[in-house]
């Protein structure tokens, strides 16, 4: 049935079409998210990349309940504050059997449950007949999965796919599976909790007479598997209560926030819950992810600044990121990936695409913050904490690091960290602003690389003082000497180099011929943050940062409006982003 419908010249939308809230609902656990929409359901138009995804791959690409061939009416529909379930309330319009009126509006409920778990999401189904008549009921599931890997959702269109493979019945489970170009067979395996009718195909059918003030229960789980491994799939019940477990146990290691200001205790308490649906167990420890849908995965800068932020409130997280990027820093030059020996993790990706050297970003390491910035979290962790064991654990890794700034970073030897794009597919900018057109001049033409970020300078300034902390602790004297000596000359240089009087601030970066972009920025912010400007420019950045021309009365913008590529709908030329403003 069409969801729009004609009269004439006029258009009206079907009652059944609830369109008074399309917001998408979305649930991550581990490296597994799903977004739907306010039904519970994954439309077979692709609205928004809704999808149930695993590690990269979209395993559902549609997933549609309907009541004897209708769509169901939204009573309500959310996810409850620990971000652990999807909840929705539903009911039928009238539905009508030979023109004859079988279910009268109302009279059945609906209710809808889904969380995600170890790959897998459980749904739970109740209906419950609150008329006074028994209903004839044929509930019907249609499931789609297109495999798209996530950066086909994004719009990378690709030449060549895989294979779709025919669904499969056996018995209560429905198999859809797709042969990928990179010789991997990916499976999306339903399972039903009571007996599907017979037939074949991607959709599943129950029947049933639903009596007066009768419930009937369904469970459906469809399991994420990659490869020949088949995985075991627990009952709803028994994932509800684990991951009831796993939210207890994270509210008990973190530390507690009690406000008299109601509003900001509810900010903080929410806060708190999407940071936890964000993190991720690794083999490395405790990681957060940077973003559902488009960024579910380990970021190095990402991971690095929440964990920095957070540190105060949970020191753990901050131990999985360091953990997790020393083992994956860099051994060898790769172009390709941007990677020099020492330098750490820009992201990395699982999926087809990334397998196949399609996207570059399999282990990818176009940051030039992220190697300076791991050093700064090693110092503030054990600032914290005291965990000396683990800063010996990875001392080799810092002083890596430490290498890649002097050998790698500062590639012209002029003492200040730069960066150019080695990778053809790689970043063109590769500082937190990091899109294409972020880093201009005052005339708004881009700068050439290699390019001298300002903030960067800062945070390897601060690398080196923590560096040089963490070596006397160690016993290394005198490496501690010349850390902290390297230190206070790039302070030096950087106030002489990076300082424009013109506009009383600090450069937005220095291009390849060593020419300021006079820009007024929240980068100089960061060399507040870092301590790497002078007392006397300090306050004149601030005076700068607070002003009418950057500050919005919401926060800093990421430039001011005065500058030429000023527009605070862009990502990075005028927007507001929390963590600048941390």
Known sequence: MPELIQVEDNWSVRATSARGDDRAR???????????DRSGDIRLIDLGGEGLYHQGTRFLSGMELKINGACSLVLNSAVRKDNSLLMVDLTTPDLYETAKLSILKDTLHIFRAKLLWEGAQYEHIRLVNYGDHAMSLRISVLFEADYADIFEVRGIRRAVRGNCLP?????????????????????????????????????????????????????????????????????????????????????????????????LNHWLNRSSADLHMLTTETRYGLYPHAGVPWFCTEFGRDGIITALQYLWMQSELARGVLNFLAAEQADTEAPAQDAEPGKILHETRRGEMAALDEIPFRRYYGSVDATPLFIVLAGAYFDLTGDRSFIESIWANIERALDWIDRYGDMDRDGFVEYTRESVNGLVHQGWKDSADAVFHANGQPARPPIALCEVQGYVFAAKQAAAKLAALLGEHRRAEVLSDQAEQLKTRFNEAFWCADIRDFALALDGEKRPCRVPASNAGHALFTGIASTEHAQSVAEILLGEDSFSGWGVRTIAQSAARFNPMSYHNGSVWPHDNG
């Open 26 to 36: 979305v649930l991550k656990q581990g490296e597994t998210f799903g977004i739907f």
């Open 167 to 263: 669904a499969r019945r056996l018995g209560r489970e429905l198999v859809l599976a797709y042969r990928g170009l990179d010789h991997v067979s990916r499976h999306t395996r339903i399972i039903a909790s009571v007996d599907p009718d017979p037939g074949a195909g991607p959709r599943l059918y129950f029947s049933l007479v639903l009596g007066p003030r009768d419930e009937h229960e369904l469970c459906l789980t469809a399991v994420c598997e990659i490869g020949e491994r088949i995985q075991s799939a627990p009952s709803y019940e028994r994932m509800l209560d684990r991951w009831t477990a796993a939210v207890t146990a994270n509210t008990e290691a973190i530390a507690e926030v009690l406000t008299s200001n109601e509003p």
